[in-house]
């Protein structure tokens, strides 16, 4: 049995060595360069009609929202009112937008004296297209002074969107 188990290990290993060494042939030679004559052109083929694709109606634009009007002596509320819906909304942070209406001498010439004043603010294109003033107590000619200040300041975010900022001094 130990000799027919070494006959049959011997005839795989010679087979396998066979297989590898017997399966070579020689390079192909290169073949001859025919003469170069034209090819018989073949006959063109009849065209075929190309069914067309149905093509596709333009998709209309999304219509353009409207710019909003402003008028002069709106509230934060009216000017909230007048953007229209869908209008693109840029949010600019309260630090930026309160920058311009930080500076006391913006009103210095009102003269607020002790008055406790509280303003909200929109502003639209870096301009204020809305303004609430209340002052503590009530002072109607302090009011009117503060918002015609606050109408000749501008912001350096100017962007075609609604913002508020409110500011208490």
């Known amino acids: 049995m130990v000799r027919l188990m070494r006959e049959l290990a011997a005839v795989s290993v010679l087979g396998l060595f066979l297989m590898a060494c017997g399966g070579s042939q020689p390079p192909a030679e290169p073949p001859e360069a025919a003469p170069l004559e034209a090819a018989p052109t073949p006959p063109p083929k009849p065209a075929e009609p190309v069914a067309e ?25 009216d000017a909230e009112k007048a953007v229209p819906r869908g209008a ?3 949010n600019i942070d309260q630090e930026t937008m309160s920058k311009p209406i930080q500076d006391v001498e913006v009103y210095e010439p009102c003269k607020p004296g002790t008055a406790k004043v509280k303003l909200k603010i929109a502003v639209w294109d870096g301009k204020a297209v809305g303004i609430d003033v209340t002052t503590t107590p009530k002072n109607d000619k302090l009011s009117a002074c503060i918002t015609e200040r606050i109408k000749g300041l501008k912001w350096q975010a100017r962007v075609k969107s609604l913002n508020t900022v409110e500011y208490s001094f």
């Open 88 to 90: 693109e909304r840029a």
């Open 53 to 77: 694709e149905p093509k596709a109606e333009p998709k209309p634009e999304a219509p353009a929202v409207a710019e909003p009007q402003f008028t002069d002596g709106m509230s934060v509320a």
